[in-house]
């Protein structure tokens, strides 16, 4: 993953992968047929952690906003922390295939949650996949400005916060209802 995060897809080669990992070359391709294999193994790897994100959201979060708040919030904590693989599962989930298939489904699970909170009236009413869309979209920026070293604003203190913490609940705090803002 350090090569994907590092220089993105094109960074990732089975020599390369050798090279890093201190084995040979050659044996990343006893492994994975082709680079695309590789590649589909990280992101189904990366699949996995929003997996795991959406089912503690759902089991610790006492409402559907609850549960959108905490995955929300390892979205953008994901895409502030890797910014490339955030970006690179993006550009899979347009892919007609099984994969991009499966990263759509994964993200879906904003949609899914958004719609929860909506009819529960803890979040503003209104057409749920823009909503999902403006999520999306925020987390994005959000890693296009990490990538960049933009991440990252000044305290009243002068000291030098990572500004992406705050941006998912103020994004969902424009989102909310009244009484969601209270049991978040």
């Given at each position: 993953?350090?090569?994907l995060?590092s220089?993105?897809p094109?960074a990732?080669?089975?020599?390369a992968v050798?090279?890093?990992t201190?084995?040979?070359?050659?044996?990343?391709?006893r492994h994975?047929e082709?680079?695309r294999?590789?590649?589909?193994a990280?992101v189904?790897?990366?699949?996995?952690?929003?997996?795991?994100?959406?089912?503690?959201?759902?089991?610790?979060?006492?409402?559907?906003f609850?549960a959108l708040?905490?995955?929300v919030r390892?979205?953008?904590d994901?895409?502030?922390?890797?910014?490339?693989?955030?970006?690179?599962?993006?550009?899979?989930s347009?892919e007609?295939?099984t994969?991009?298939?499966e990263?759509?489904?994964?993200?879906e699970?904003?949609?899914?949650l958004?719609?929860?909170?909506?009819?529960?009236?803890?979040?503003k009413?209104?057409?749920?996949?823009?909503v999902?869309?403006?999520?999306?979209g925020?987390?994005y920026?959000m890693?296009?400005?990490?990538q960049?070293?933009?991440?990252s604003a000044?305290?009243?203190?002068?000291r030098t916060s990572?500004?992406?913490?705050d941006?998912a609940?103020l994004?969902?705090?424009l989102?909310?209802g009244?009484?969601?803002?209270?049991?978040?």
């Open positions: 993953m350090r090569l995060d220089g993105g094109g990732v080669t089975l020599r050798g090279d890093a201190g084995i040979t070359q050659s044996a990343p391709y994975y082709d680079k294999a590789l590649l589909e990280m189904r790897a990366n699949l996995d952690y929003f997996d795991a994100a959406l089912e503690k959201a759902k089991r610790d979060a006492p409402s559907p609850g708040d905490r995955l390892a979205y953008f994901f895409a502030r922390r890797f910014p490339l693989r955030y970006r690179f599962l993006l550009e899979v347009r007609d295939g994969l991009g298939a990263v759509r489904q994964a993200f699970a904003v949609l899914s958004v719609l929860a909170a909506q009819q529960a009236g803890e979040l009413g209104g057409d749920a996949e823009q999902s869309a403006l999520i999306f925020a987390a920026g890693a296009e400005l990490a960049h070293g933009l991440a000044g305290t009243r203190e002068g990572d500004a992406a913490p941006l609940p994004l969902l705090d989102l909310a009244a009484s969601a803002r209270r049991e978040a």
